[in-house]
């Protein structure tokens, strides 16, 4: 092999094209992420994401005409406002942008100690950039001839894990010399997964001077409709929150599961995270609660934003006194470890 990784071909005429060494490529994806928060780079990005059929399921002649109009004149503002109280400024870029590529160094470091150069890791997202597309076609242009594909979603949903799918397989599809592939399945119920989970809210509680009266497990939200159609989200949150209340040794009553970032008209999955934690100070008297986020695998608009802002606040307005929000799992050494862990059972046969 020479200086550019190229792998000479024996017995191959002169003009026979370039042929990179063989690898393997785990490609890490997450939801996405706009550009910047002005209101060009809003739209772009909530054009992509509400168009697509996987998230939004309506007629595309009845919902398109509505999503150009008034949604997208209005709500890229809104949303821009929201993103830019969260903004990383410094980098230039959003947190989710700012957590994924800290991920993606710790586990290629991660893989590259334990595999060598063979493995090349990279991370791309399905709205927004980096694209799939643009991804799958730099891995095979860099000679991977496999590609792990994990979509850092714990639980599958159809608007997410499936979406992210989709895309990477259309990447796949506009390739002359197709990788084989491969896609993580969700690990809602991995032990390293819920162990890192635990882990995070033993610390958070630590350095806390009282304990929180409960702590709310808030889950991004779909329309119930997807569950009444087979998909298995609801179900995998719910058991997501049953295993981390039995490794933290808590009684069910310690944990609620909740569903937030409701969007549209029709009914989604409940309790309502916004409503619950509004419940729990006025009826139940929880006037100290913790909320995490467990379905997000890094801090985001709907963590950093919605929970710590809007939840908090509805929670206050009722009466509450204490909200404690603890973060996502992000780039922490024990998530490290769950993801990589998962990744080794998925490269099993390939390195």
Known sequence: ?????????????????????????????????????????????????LSDRRVIDYSPFLWQPLLQGVILTSRPFRSGAAYKSIWNHEAGESPLATITKAQTKAVAERMQKTYGPQVMVDYCMRYGNPSTIDKVRE????????????????????????????????????????????????????????????????????????EPDILVCSYHG??????????????????????????????QDKLVT??????????????????????????????NIAVCAPAFSADCIETLEEINEEIKESFEEAGGERFTYIPCLNDEAAHIDALCGILDDNLKGWV
């Open 1 to 49: 092999m020479n200086d550019m990784g190229f792998h000479p071909l024996p017995h191959a005429p002169t003009d026979h094209p370039k042929v990179r060494m063989a690898k393997v490529g785990i490609l890490l994806a997450n939801l996405g992420t706009p550009d910047g928060y002005d209101y060009w780079s809003m739209r772009r990005y909530l054009s992509e994401f």
């Open 139 to 210: 891995m095979q242009e860099a000679g991977c001839d496999r590609i792990v594909f994990f979509p850092l979603y714990p639980h599958y949903a159809g608007a997410t894990s499936a979406t992210a799918i989709d895309q990477f397989y259309r990447g796949l599809m506009k390739l002359t010399w197709q990788p084989n592939a491969r896609t993580v399945p969700p690990y809602y119920d991995d032990a390293r997964y819920i162990e890192a989970l635990a882990g995070s809210i033993r610390r958070a509680y630590d350095v806390l001077d009282v």
């Open 222 to 251: 779909v329309p119930k409709r997807y569950l009444m159609q087979g998909d298995p989200y609801h179900c995998q949150c719910q058991k997501t929150t049953r295993l981390l209340g039995e490794k933290l040794g808590w009684s």
């Open 258 to 287: 909740t569903f937030q970032s409701k969007f549209g008209p029709e009914e989604w999955l409940k309790p309502y995270t916004v409503e619950e934690v509004a419940r729990l100070a006025e009826e139940d008297g929880k006037k």
